[in-house]
C-alpha cells in the first residue's frame, strides 16, 4: 500500500473540505482516461468502513454502504466520516454471508424502500424495509440456500423495473443445475412476485449454471452483464440472456458443448475473483479481490469485447464494489478488513475517480436523501454520458443551470455516530499515472450459440426433467450433505393448492458436530408464504435442538415465515446430539403450507 495514498489522514476536517475544493477544480487530465474515467486524480473520498459490501444512492448524491460482518448501513459523502443510518435485523454474519448487496426502490422518493440481501442463521434472503424503520423487514424471497462461502449476494434493479437477484452454489456445484435457488441469477417484481415473462413459468429463474455471480451491471441497450467467480481456476465476465444455462459445474471458463453459454472474458482467480460491476462510456469496470484492481472492459452488443485494462492496481488493495454515482464518477469500495487482505491506515475505503471530459450536473440539492423530494423524476438513469439503466435506480437529479465541472457534495455534519471510530480521511490525490494497460490474459469474446438479442424474451428451455425431490433420510455416517441434482430449474407443481412435502437427513460425524437438515419443497402452484413441519425424534439421537431441547420420542413443530416459490425448496438446519450407533427414520413427516 503506498505510503503516500494516506499522508493526509490525520488533517482536520475543514483542511479535507479545503483541498476537496482544490482538487476537484484542477484542470482535466489531457489523456482520454480509461473508459471515461481519469484514473490519475483518484481521491480517497472516506475510510473507517468495515467490510463495505453494497452501495445504492441516495437523491441528493450521498451513498448508502452495507457492511458485511457488522450488519449495518452507512451513509457516506465525500470528504466526510462515514455516518450510521440504519442496522438490519436478523443478519446472521459468518464466512462470506451476512449483509450484501443493497439497492433502492425505483420509486424511493415517494415509498423511502430500501432492498437488502441478507444471511439469516438458515438461508439467504431478500428483504424490504424503509431506512427510517429497519425492524419493520418483510422477507419478498427467502429461502436461497446459505453456505459458508458462494454465498452470492447482489441486486439490482434493471431497466425494466424488475429486481435481479445474483446467488452462488453455495458451495455445492450441483445447485447450479438444481431446482432451488442457488447458482442463479433471479428476476422478480418489487414485491418479490415472479414476472409472467419469466423464462420458467412460475420461477424466479432467470438463468442458471453460475457458480458464484457477485456483480450486476446493464449497458445503455438494456443489456445485462454479470462478474461470476470461478472455483478452480476461472472467473468470467458473462452476457446473460433468459433462460441459459452457463455451465457449471459441467465446465468452468469456455465451454465445448452448444448447450452452455460461454463467457465473453475469463481471468485465472489470482488476477481478478470479481465482484461488483459497473458500466459507463461503452465500457464495464469489473472489482478485483484477488486481483486486487479494477478490470476495465470495452464492450459492445453483448458479445464484442476489446482488451481489458487494469486500473488502480497495486494501489489500495481488494476491491469489492465499484458504482457509477449521480455525480458521474466512479466510486469504488476497498475489502481489506474480509479477514483476506492487509490492512492499510483508514480502511476499508471509499474511492472516487473523476470522468474525463464534460461533467454531469449537480446533483439535486433537495435536502437529506432519506425525504420524498418533490424535483426528481422517479426511476431515471443517471445523468452521465453514455450512461447504464442504473442498478440501483435513483431520481434523476434536477439539472443545474451551471454544472460545476466536477462536483463534490457539500458534507453535511451529522449528530449521528460514525460506524466505527476512524480519522478524517483525506481526499488525496494519487500522484503517479495508472499502471500500463495489462492485456487480459485470456480474453474470450464468444458468440452464444443461438441468438437472442432481446434481454427479456420468454424462451423455450431445453427439455425439463421434473426436478429430483430432496435427498432422503440417511441413518449412517455422512461426512457432508448431498445436493439432490437435477438437469434444470424449471418447477413441477404438483397441485392447485397451498401444499409442500418435508424431508430430514442427519449429518452424523464422530471428529466434529453432528447436525439435521430439513428441506421444505413447495409442491404447489403459487408461493406460499410460512409452513409448519411435525416429526417426532427419532430414537438413536441423545437430543434435537429446535426452539429448546427435545429429547427422542419428543414432537418438534418447526414453523417458518418467507416467501418460497412454487417448485424451490428451503434448508433449515439444526443441532442434534449423537453418541454413535444408528438413527432410526423421523416419522411420520406432516407439512402445511400457508
Given at each position: 500500500m503506498p505510503k503516500h495514498l494516506y499522508s493526509a489522514l490525520s488533517i482536520a476536517l475543514c483542511a479535507v473540505i479545503a483541498a476537496t475544493a482544490l482538487v476537484v477544480t484542477r484542470p482535466a487530465a489531457a489523456v482520454a482516461g480509461t473508459g471515461g474515467f481519469d484514473f490519475t486524480r483518484a481521491q480517497v473520498a472516506t475510510g473507517g468502513l468495515r467490510v463495505p459490501w453494497g452501495m445504492a444512492f441516495l437523491p441528493d448524491g450521498s451513498a448508502l454502504v452495507s457492511e458485511r460482518d457488522t450488519a449495518t448501513i452507512a451513509r457516506v459523502r465525500p470528504g466526510s466520516s462515514p455516518v450510521l443510518v440504519a442496522t438490519v435485523p436478523n443478519v446472521y454474519p459468518g464466512g462470506e454471508g451476512g449483509l450484501l448487496g443493497i439497492a433502492l426502490s425505483p420509486t424511493f422518493a415517494q415509498d423511502q424502500l430500501v432492498y437488502a440481501y441478507i444471511s439469516t442463521s438458515y438461508?439467504?434472503?431478500?428483504?424490504?424495509?424503509?431506512?427510517?424503520?429497519?425492524?419493520?423487514?418483510?422477507?419478498?424471497?427467502?429461502?436461497?440456500?446459505?453456505?459458508?462461502?458462494?454465498?452470492?449476494g447482489r441486486i439490482a434493479f434493471g431497466p425494466d423495473g424488475m429486481l435481479y437477484v445474483a446467488t452462488g452454489?453455495?458451495?455445492?456445484?450441483?445447485?447450479?443445475?438444481?431446482?432451488?435457488?442457488?447458482?442463479?441469477?433471479?428476476?422478480?417484481?418489487?414485491?418479490?412476485?415472479?414476472?409472467?415473462?419469466?423464462?420458467?413459468?412460475?420461477?424466479?429463474?432467470?438463468?442458471y449454471g453460475h457458480s458464484n455471480v457477485q456483480g450486476l451491471a446493464w449497458d445503455e441497450a438494456g443489456l445485462l452483464y454479470a462478474t461470476e467467480f470461478g472455483q478452480n481456476s476461472t472467473d468470467e465476465i458473462n452476457h446473460i440472456r433468459p433462460g441459459r444455462n452457463y455451465g457449471w459445474p459441467a465446465c468452468e471458463g469456455m465451454c465445448g458443448s452448444s448447450s452452455y453459454t460461454n463467457p465473453l472474458v475469463t481471468w485465472n482467480d489470482s488476477e481478478a475473483s470479481p465482484s461488483g460491476l459497473a458500466y459507463a462510456n461503452g465500457t464495464l469496470f469489473a472489482a478485483a479481490l484477488a486481483g486486487k484492481r479494477l478490470w476495465t472492459v470495452p464492450v459492445s452488443g453483448g458479445n464484442r469485447v476489446g482488451t481489458p485494462v487494469a486500473e488502480l492496481q497495486g494501489k489500495v488493495g481488494r476491491l469489492r464494489t465499484v458504482a457509477v454515482g449521480p455525480d458521474c464518477w466512479l466510486w469504488v469500495a476497498t475489502s481489506n478488513r474480509d479477514g483476506r487482505g492487509t490492512v492499510g491506515p483508514g480502511d476499508d475505503l471509499i474511492i472516487r475517480i473523476p470522468p474525463v471530459g464534460p461533467s454531469c450536473p449537480s446533483p439535486s440539492p433537495s435536502g437529506p436523501g432519506v425525504s420524498p423530494s418533490p424535483s426528481p423524476s422517479p426511476g431515471g438513469p443517471p445523468p452521465c454520458p453514455s450512461p447504464a439503466p442504473s442498478p440501483s435506480p435513483s431520481p434523476t437529479p434536477t439539472p443545474s443551470p451551471s454544472p460545476l465541472p466536477s462536483p463534490t457534495p457539500t458534507p453535511t455534519p451529522s449528530p449521528s455516530p460514525s460506524p466505527t471510530a476512524s480519522p478524517s480521511v483525506s481526499p488525496s490525490v494519487f500522484p503517479s499515472p495508472s499502471p500500463s494497460p495489462s492485456p487480459s490474459p485470456s480474453p474470450s469474446p464468444s458468440p452464444s450459440p443461438s441468438p437472442s438479442p432481446s434481454p427479456c424474451p420468454s424462451p423455450t428451455p431445453s427439455p425439463s426433467p421434473s426436478p429430483t425431490p430432496s435427498p432422503s433420510p440417511s441413518p449412517t455416517p455422512s461426512p457432508s450433505p448431498t445436493p439432490s441434482p437435477s438437469p434444470t430449474p424449471s418447477p413441477s407443481p404438483s397441485t392447485g393448492t397451498p401444499s409442500c412435502e418435508a424431508t430430514i437427513r442427519f449429518v452424523l460425524q464422530y471428529t466434529t458436530a453432528s447436525w439435521g437438515e430439513l428441506t421444505v419443497r413447495n409442491t404447489g402452484t403459487s408461493p406460499i408464504t410460512s409452513w409448519t413441519v411435525a416429526f417426532t425424534v427419532p430414537s438413536g439421537l441423545t437430543y434435537l435442538q429446535w426452539n429448546g431441547y427435545n429429547p427422542p420420542g419428543s414432537p418438534v413443530i418447526m414453523t417458518q415465515n418467507g416467501v418460497l416459490p412454487p417448485g424451490n425448496s428451503v434448508t433449515v438446519k439444526f443441532a442434534v446430539g449423537w453418541s454413535g450407533g444408528n438413527v432410526a427414520t423421523p416419522s411420520p413427516i406432516t407439512c402445511t403450507a400457508r
Open positions: 438461508d439467504n434472503r431478500v428483504v424490504r424495509f424503509r431506512l427510517s424503520a429497519p425492524l419493520n423487514q418483510q422477507a419478498i424471497l427467502a429461502g436461497i440456500p446459505r453456505g459458508q462461502y458462494r454465498n452470492g452454489d453455495a458451495g455445492y456445484p450441483a445447485y447450479a443445475q438444481s431446482s432451488n435457488l442457488a447458482g442463479k441469477i433471479l428476476r422478480i417484481t418489487r414485491d418479490g412476485a415472479v414476472p409472467t415473462d419469466n423464462p420458467f413459468s412460475g420461477s424466479p429463474v432467470y438463468s
